[in-house]
Each structure stands twice: as structure tokens, then as C-alpha cells.
């Protein structure tokens, strides 16, 4: 229509053949009478933006694709670091159980020390993943967050003691019996944080602190502080804290080993949770982190209880298939299996599996993925 103004944009050929954008922009022209006698069109050289869209939209792909494939090698290199990983732990844990003399014990008890400090390693490595690409998930259900946090310093509480340090923890009494939330990726911050707090003290005192900060009819918000007497952080690194594979190098940290990836993870965590980690330290005066979530409340009679440890022979006259390519996986699962009590029968892959289910009964099925 010559009565409107008008823009686009179009591309041509010049007589060299080189292929040229413009952007036209054009409105009608009217004489002193307003009669209508032409349009006037601007014509801009928009090539360059052009090509810079074109490259933008190209190096986007190829972060898109070095993301997915970076995700695939890591999915794909924990199974397979996790295949002799886990032969490894098995194969202590079944030393364990052998009269070992006192050296042997020692080698046997570092040498396990290591292999799991490598699977927590490895755990932490796929949470980054899980939580950089966005798949994540948190697993709301019932819980306890008084006996989590009690569970929490129950089982670090030797690790402190070994160290001569004392581990104090205060619960409120006003928290709720029962809250919805995702209670491991809690119980991981949670471990994380005091597990930082016990390799970084020497002397002194960690407490765990828990108390409610704001309670309504439905939710109920709770702080969580772990505090130490421990080494300390410059004011520079704590504003470094949670990036990814970072720790302070000096001579005080040096004897402390670590990829620096459990802060970094507990921050993310917390945020996944709709909280903020706060840090506030000084050098050789200790640390203090602090985050608040907020909970829904739940009902005491939805709360599972959770059995900490399975007795020898708990599942006798049960049986079990084991679907497993690998042989030395295969044995070290039968060996827990056997002690279970389980009646275990083995398929070395999923086609031999269904052929056994389709005439034996099992009453558990263990699969590799």
C-alpha cells in the first residue's frame, strides 16, 4: 500500500556477485496540496550484521553440541570409572572381613579411605553436570529435619573426634515433627559443609545449628549455620568460594586434599531449593555458613522409617536376579547378596534375563543401566 510507511529487508547481488543486505525503509511523499506524488526510501548496507547474526547463530550450535557432548562423555566415563571403582571398594570391603593383622588393617582402612575419597570425587563431578545442564532433580517427600540433622552429626561425629576437635549440634525444639523436602540433597549440603569444617579444623569447636526462623500455617522456614574454629578464609577467596574447582593454595591448605567442588555444589543445591548460602570467614578465626529454606509442612503419618543397617540373613529364602556384564561386578554383588541371605542367579545380559523370567519367579531384579 503507497499510503503506509514501510520497512524490510532484502538481499541482492551486486555485479561482482557478491550477495548484499539491505535494510530498505520507505514512506509516500506529498506535495504542498497532499497529493500523493512518490515514496522516499532509504536504503541501508546491513551486511556485516548479517554475517555477525550468521557467526552468532553458528558458535551458539557449537556451544550447544560441546555441552551435550560433554554431558555424554561424562555419563558415559562415570559408568566406566564407576565399573573398577566399584570392583575395588567391594574387593576391600570382603578384605575386611578376613583376619587381617594390624599393618594389614591399616593398609586395608587406607586403602578404602581412598577409593571412596575417589567416588565422592566422581559424585561430585555428575552433580556438576546434572545441575549445569538443568537435569537435576529435587525428590520432595515426607521427613524428619530434626533426626537428619542428629544423623548428620552422629555419623561425622567420629571423624571429629579422631581430630580432637569437639562437634556440637543444636536443634530447635519449636521445628516441625515433619516437613516436605528433599532430604538427601539436604543431608549432602549438610555433609558437605561439616565435612569442610572438620579437614580445616585443628583445634577447637564445629557446631551444627538448626532453628526455625519463620513458622505460618503451612510452611515453616528453618536456618541451618555450621560454624568452626578452624583455619579460616582472606576475605579474597570468600569471594571466590563456590567457583567451580577452587581452593585457597597457601602453605596451610596445602597438607589438605580436595577438588574444591563440594561448595560450589552445596550453593547450587540451595539455590535448586529456593535458599542462599552465605559464607562469612576470617583468617585463623574460623568459618560460618549459613543458608534459610523454606518448608511445607507434613503429616507425621506419612514419614517413613528408614532402616540405617540390614542384619546378615535379613533376606534368607528370597530370591534374586542379578543382570550384570561384568564378572568381577557380578562377584562382588553376589558376596553381599550371600550374605543378605538371597538365593542369587545370574544373567550376563538382558536377553538371558528374560528368557529366565519366563519360567522362574524372583522376588528382586538387579540391573545394570
Known amino acids: 500500500n503507497n499510503n503506509k510507511p514501510d520497512s524490510y529487508e532484502i538481499n541482492i547481488e551486486d555485479k561482482q556477485g557478491n550477495v548484499k543486505w539491505w535494510f530498505v525503509s520507505s514512506a509516500p511523499n506529498?506535495?504542498?496540496?497532499?497529493?500523493?506524488?512518490?515514496?522516499?526510501?532509504?536504503?541501508?548496507?546491513?551486511?556485516?550484521?548479517?554475517?555477525?547474526?550468521?557467526?552468532?547463530?553458528?558458535?551458539?550450535?557449537?556451544?550447544?553440541?560441546?555441552?551435550?557432548?560433554?554431558?555424554?562423555?561424562?555419563?558415559?566415563?562415570?559408568?566406566?570409572?564407576?565399573?573398577?571403582?566399584?570392583?575395588?571398594?567391594?574387593?576391600?570391603?570382603?578384605?575386611?572381613?578376613?583376619?587381617?593383622?594390624?599393618?594389614?588393617k591399616f593398609y586395608v582402612s587406607q586403602s578404602e579411605s581412598s577409593a571412596k575419597h575417589l567416588l565422592t570425587i566422581l559424585n561430585n563431578i555428575l552433580d556438576i553436570s546434572k545441575i549445569e545442564s538443568g537435569e537435576m532433580e529435587l525428590d520432595y517427600k515426607p521427613f524428619s529435619p530434626s533426626a537428619l540433622a542428629y544423623n548428620v552429626h552422629s555419623i561425622l561425629y567420629s571423624q571429629a573426634k579422631e581430630k580432637n576437635i569437639e562437634f556440637k549440634i543444636e536443634v530447635s525444639t519449636k521445628i516441625q515433627p515433619v516437613l516436605i523436602g528433599d532430604d538427601t540433597r539436604l543431608k549432602q549440603i549438610l555433609f558437605n559443609l561439616v565435612g569442610?569444617?572438620?579437614?580445616?579444623?585443628?583445634?577447637?569447636?564445629?557446631?551444627?545449628?538448626?532453628?526455625?526462623?519463620?513458622?505460618?500455617?503451612?510452611?515453616?522456614?528453618?536456618?541451618?549455620?555450621?560454624?568452626?574454629?578452624?583455619?579460616?578464609?582472606?576475605?579474597?577467596f570468600v569471594s571466590k568460594i563456590f567457583d567451580k574447582f577452587s581452593q585457597e593454595q597457601n602453605t596451610s591448605t596445602r597438607g589438605y586434599e580436595g577438588t574444591g567442588l563440594g561448595m560450589a555444589i552445596s550453593n547450587d543445591l540451595v539455590k535448586l531449593m529456593g535458599g542462599d548460602m552465605i559464607v562469612k570467614s576470617s583468617k585463623n578465626q574460623g568459618t560460618k555458613c549459613i543458608f534459610q529454606l523454606t518448608f511445607e509442612k507434613g503429616n507425621l503419618k506419612n514419614l517413613t522409617?528408614?532402616?540405617?543397617?540390614?542384619?546378615?540373613?535379613?533376606?534368607?529364602?528370597?530370591?534374586v536376579l542379578l543382570v550384570e556384564d561384568n564378572d568381577m561386578n557380578?562377584?562382588?554383588a553376589i558376596q553381599s547378596l550371600s550374605y543378605l541371605g538371597f538365593d542369587t542367579t545370574e544373567a550376563e545380559n538382558g536377553l538371558i534375563a528374560t528368557k529366565l523370567l519366563e519360567n522362574q519367579h524372583f522376588d528382586l531384579i538387579l540391573m545394570d543401566i
Open 196 to 236: 569442610n569444617s572438620i579437614k580445616f579444623t585443628d583445634k577447637g569447636i564445629i557446631i551444627l545449628n538448626v532453628k526455625v526462623v519463620e513458622d505460618t500455617e503451612n510452611n515453616q522456614t528453618l536456618m541451618f549455620e555450621v560454624s568452626d574454629t578452624g583455619i579460616g578464609m582472606s576475605d579474597e
Open 30 to 104: 506529498y506535495n504542498d496540496k497532499g497529493n500523493l506524488i512518490g515514496r522516499i526510501s532509504i536504503h541501508l548496507d546491513i551486511t556485516k550484521q548479517k554475517q555477525l547474526e550468521k557467526q552468532l547463530a553458528n558458535a551458539i550450535t557449537t556451544v550447544e553440541s560441546a555441552s551435550k557432548a560433554k554431558e555424554l562423555f561424562l555419563a558415559n566415563m562415570s559408568h566406566e570409572i564407576r565399573t573398577p571403582l566399584n570392583v575395588i571398594i567391594g574387593m576391600i570391603r570382603q578384605l575386611n572381613k578376613e583376619q587381617l593383622s594390624v599393618n594389614q
Open 330 to 332: 557380578r562377584f562382588i
Open 305 to 319: 522409617a528408614k532402616i540405617d543397617q540390614v542384619k546378615e540373613g535379613t533376606f534368607l529364602g528370597k530370591r
